[in-house]
């Protein structure tokens, strides 16, 4: 691989140059960034451990079936799992059309240049001129007059738009989380007038993966080969039939793991949530059917994980344990689906 | 090859003609989606701002950003101490996590073997992929009670802005590591050689060429890092508690901007009162603020970008 790392010193013939014993200075510095690795490696086991510690009684098949209960021992996640699925749907159903069609959009017809649009627009022209001087008049004239002017329009402010949308969606994907929900609170709870529901929590949680999913999908776009797209143009396809029948098949796969790492991180969200729907639980079995959504009050995992850490009794600390082990297994369940998916239909080109 | 058509090539061009109505159509679609993410940042600014317009009218701009004193309660809205508590937070992750996450990229990228990289780097993000409510319970079970086993907390004291600190550190960490990686990869291997060749040990490889070398994408990588650190939310309202004190020492419970949010979201603001506002004037002093690190980032990748192809 190109990207090896290349190691002189083992080769022969740099070995007799070596000095038999590292100078400790390099010693100290291995050790120092072997060190790093592990500091962060063991971190990840600390919190693992005492998280199972913590969890692993609580955690049995009444505590998944149990409804939420303002009593300890009563108390289940039932509530929550319902949620987060009707949250996971409403955030698929919404993020993936649009993100796909963004990034579809962007990655194989925005990148279109100033001289192509401008000479697709020269060739509208033409056929327009044919066309009066055919004779043929009406409606369709006075259409084709517009997209004419269209096109050159489009062809000058055309590709600094695209860049810019572009600029946007990086800097979009690096807004806080919490930002999010106040843009939820505002547009869909304030402005629209849905109720602080599963409804706008989902849609909120849409918008917040969005740029991620976009960002992804592209990447995915961009492992097709152009070889593909030019083929099927060179048979006579049209862009768009080139786009559709052979690359977004051929990268769909890549589409969708993108996607599922986008979902996962939704999953575990719960700032949003919290700003669009407060943590006020009821006692009703939250309803898994989307269309309900709107009615259902906010439940999701990690909102339920906050309000039974933020109560000071240990038995909610060991009710919270078991839900965070519930919620990283489903982590990563989905992460597994993922990496199954690139595994299996990754194409090498 | 069929010869039925009268004259060659006119259904195609027929055919061709209808086909492309449907794709402008189409195209058209593709592109809407796409300015549907224009929406949401024009989205964002606006409900900010017009959310936010009428705290203003109730608390002057200049008392809002340089008052000491964050009281909703008595209408005391100087947002100083949210602002301090943010970036002592920050400042924490940063400490922790630039030695830790620099030297992971290193080690990954100059010393370690492919099988060891290739096992490391996906548990590395995991952890950078872990919901930020499971770290802050991590942060309240175990490190809180492990500081003051140490003695650096008094015993009994729950919140601090040290041990949120540290857990934002960790949530950084895989985040700087990973992409400062990728930027130290990216050095060309005919430089390390040249060093090799005139006998430098790996060591000076590393500090001397690889990452200089890769400097602005390190910075890069950093710099983000310190944007996700600002706009952390549930570790930090978990571990840093909810009193907006204005203080140097990061033993204290801190409330920062976003933890502020958090708290009043919680309960029930009514809509209009001057609490309801005042999430969104923070969240705006929060957009800046992280925007402007995000913008700064950028331009280090961009650098980082033209220096090797």
């Known amino acids: ?334 992460n597994a689906v993922a990496i199954f998916l690139r595994a299996k239909y990754s194409r090498r080109w | 090859m069929t010869t039925t058509a009268g004259t060659p090539g006119a259904g195609p061009v027929l055919r061709r003609r209808r086909r492309r109505l449907g794709e402008q159509v189409i195209l058209l679609l593709l592109g809407a989606a796409a300015v549907v993410s224009v929406l949401v940042t024009i989205g964002i600014v606006v409900t900010l701002v017009t959310e936010g317009a009428p705290f203003f009218a109730d608390v002057s701009f200049i008392d809002f950003l340089t008052g000491t004193v964050w009281q909703p309660v008595n209408g005391s809205y100087g947002m100083m101490p949210l602002l301090i508590a943010s970036l002592w937070i920050a400042g924490i992750a940063t400490v922790v996590a630039v030695p830790l996450g620099i030297g992971a990229a290193i080690y990954l990228s100059e010393y370690a073997t492919e099988p060891f990289r290739k096992v490391v780097k996906p548990i590395l993000e995991l952890l950078a992929g872990m919901p930020t409510i499971v770290l802050g319970f991590f942060a309240l079970e175990s490190i809180t009670p492990a500081l003051q086993d140490i003695g650096v907390l008094p015993d009994g004291q729950l919140f601090s802005a040290l041990s949120a600190g540290i857990v934002v550190g960790i949530l950084i960490t895989p985040l700087i590591s990973s992409l400062s990686e990728d930027a130290m990869r990216a050095v060309p291997r005919a430089m390390r050689e040249g060093a090799y060749g005139v006998g430098a040990t790996k060591r000076v490889v590393s500090t001397r060429v690889v990452l200089p070398a890769a400097l602005s994408g390190v910075m890069a990588a950093v710099v983000l890092g310190v944007s996700r650190a600002v706009g952390e939310t549930m570790a930090v309202t978990l571990a840093a508690g909810t009193q907006p004190i204005l203080s140097g020492d990061p033993r204290d419970p801190m409330q920062t901007i976003t933890a502020y949010i958090v708290a009043i979201s919680k309960g029930e603001a009514t809509r209009g009162s001057t609490q309801y506002t005042s999430i969104f004037a923070v969240g705006i002093v929060l957009f800046v603020v992280t925007l402007a690190i995000n913008l700064v980032a950028v331009r280090f990748v961009r650098r980082f970008r033209t220096v090797y192809q």
């Open chain 1, 1 to 334: 691989m190109a990207t090896d790392v290349p190691r002189v010193a083992d080769s022969a013939a740099v070995r007799p140059l070596r000095r038999k014993r590292p100078r400790p200075a390099d010693a100290l510095f291995h050790a120092a960034v072997l060190s790093a690795v592990l500091i962060a490696l063991s971190v990840l086991a600390w919190l693992g451990v005492s998280i199972v510690q913590s969890g692993w009684a609580t955690l049995t098949w009444d505590f998944l079936t149990d409804p939420v209960s303002s009593r300890a021992s009563r108390a289940g996640f039932n509530s929550a799992l319902r949620g987060s699925l009707v949250l996971m749907l409403l955030t698929f159903a919404v993020a993936i059309p649009v993100g796909f069609a963004a990034a579809i959009y962007l990655e194989k017809f925005a990148a279109i240049g100033r001289e192509q649009l401008l000479s697709t627009a020269y060739a509208r022209q033409r056929r327009l001129h044919e066309m009066e001087a055919d004779g043929t008049g009406g409606a369709a004239l006075v259409l084709r007059r517009v997209g004419v002017r269209a096109a050159f329009a489009w062809s000058r402010i055309g590709p600094p738009v695209n860049r810019a949308v572009e600029v946007n969606i990086s800097n979009l994907a690096a807004v806080p989380s919490i930002i999010y929900g106040l843009l939820g609170l505002a547009i869909f709870v304030t402005f629209i007038g849905l109720q602080k529901s599963l409804l706008a929590g989902g849609l909120t949680l849409a918008l917040l993966v969005l740029p991620i999913v976009i960002i992804s999908s592209r990447e995915a776009l961009r492992a097709v080969p152009v070889s593909i797209e030019q083929g099927a143009m060179a048979l006579g396809a049209t862009r768009w039939q080139a786009v559709s029948r052979q690359v977004v098949p051929a990268a769909i796969p890549g589409m969708l793991t993108g996607t599922i790492l986008a979902m996962s991180r939704a999953l575990g969200e719960s700032a949003p949530l919290i700003v669009v729907g407060g943590v006020a639980f009821g006692t009703q079995v939250p309803s898994v059917n989307p269309l309900d959504a709107n009615e259902t009050p906010l439940f999701a995992m990690p909102l339920q994980i906050f309000d039974w850490t933020d109560r000071p009794q240990e038995a909610f600390q060991e009710l919270a344990a078991a839900g965070i082990i519930v919620l990283l297994v489903v982590l990563v369940l989905m």
